[in-house]
């Protein structure tokens, strides 16, 4: 764990890049023991591997984790990058059954799973298996929660606590270079139209304590896709008017807590759910307060007051916590 003069270190360096001032408050907690009493979300990135010896892991820790604490999970948020290689039959592939529906059973997480796409999802293999995912949300009877590219809702229905914006981080290439054979992204036009959508959602009146946006790509990321151009330009300044509480994403796989001087937002990245983990580009001592290279999952814990986020490995052990109170101060463990 970084000291605090180290982290004002890093924090300070980076700010003046950025543009940020203003530290935001921290401060060390005894523990971090859930409480059964609060909304529980279960978050997973880039967790669709077609080895999925790691996956099984993680999903075996997350049911572990959720028996042992005695929760109710009452969503989980799939942050992208669902189904790596090809998906037989689309919809209809029994991918969903045996890597899905079976991974993270019904039995013990018994609530919506809130899915957005990874780059990975956007693949022709031959066919889009961003169609196949939406096609499946439509479908009946399943947890799979994904009723367009990009979407909104207030959690829990009764009595909300949370806004949550979902958004797809996959952007055309900034200078028009054109993708591999079997990729693509949102066209320009709906990169456009994605923006006016997230503005627009912005503005309006929010009654819920805490405001979440999740998105495949990180914003900002010590791992070695690094910080995102586009992201940075299009989505960073209106998360800082807005005073968004987290923004949640994967893509690098590994876990990560960042926090900048001045900024109302924490930025946490959970890619750890199964693909092959990736070495970070910078290390926690010079950007953090927390990056690692580890396979995992993340909880999520909401009350009215604060929102507590843990990364756990993928035996469930914790490896870091913080609290996120209303006023955007952070509490870390």
């Known amino acids: 764990m970084l000291s605090r003069r180290g982290f004002l270190r890093q924090s300070f360096a980076f700010s ?82 045996t890597q899905f529906e079976d991974m993270y059973p019904k039995s013990v997480f018994n609530c919506a799973a809130y899915a957005i796409a990874g780059n990975h999802d956007y693949q022709k293999m031959p066919e889009s298996k961003v169609a196949a995912e939406l096609e499946y949300a439509r479908k009946g009877g399943t947890r799979w929660t994904m009723p367009s590219l990009w979407y909104r809702f207030d959690f829990p229905a009764v009595n909300p606590l949370m806004t949550v914006i979902a958004l797809d981080s996959n952007m055309p290439h900034p200078q028009g270079q054109k993708t591999k054979p079997a990729n693509f992204t949102l066209t320009p036009e709906q990169q456009a139209e994605q923006l006016t959508w997230l503005e627009a959602e912005l503005l309006k009146p929010r009654t819920t304590p805490f405001l979440v946006v999740m998105g495949h790509h990180p914003i900002f990321s010590n791992g070695p896709h690094g910080d995102n151009a586009v992201l940075i330009r299009d989505w960073e300044p209106l998360l800082r008017k807005h005073k968004a509480h987290l923004y949640l994403a994967g893509h690098d796989h590994d876990m990560q807590h960042l926090e900048f001087d001045g900024h109302p937002t924490s930025f946490v990245l959970s890619g750890g759910g199964g693909a092959d983990l990736y070495p970070l580009k910078i290390e926690e001592a010079q950007r953090g307060p927390y990056a690692a290279k580890v396979y995992g999952f993340s909880h999520l814990e909401v009350t009215p007051e604060k929102m507590t986020l843990r990364h756990l490995d993928e035996t469930g052990k914790l490896i870091h916590a913080f609290d996120k109170m209303q006023d955007g101060s952070v509490k870390i463990v």
């Open 16 to 97: 003046a890049l950025a543009g940020f001032s203003s530290l935001p408050s921290f401060a060390k907690r005894p523990s971090h023991k859930p409480n059964a009493g609060a909304t529980q979300l279960l978050m997973v990135g880039d967790w669709g591997y077609e080895n999925f010896a790691a996956q099984s892991r993680v999903a075996g820790a997350m049911q572990q984790y959720v028996r042992e604490h005695g929760l109710t999970t009452d969503a989980l948020l799939m942050l992208g990058d669902n189904w790596y290689g090809k998906l037989p039959d689309g919809a209809a592939s029994e991918r969903w059954k």
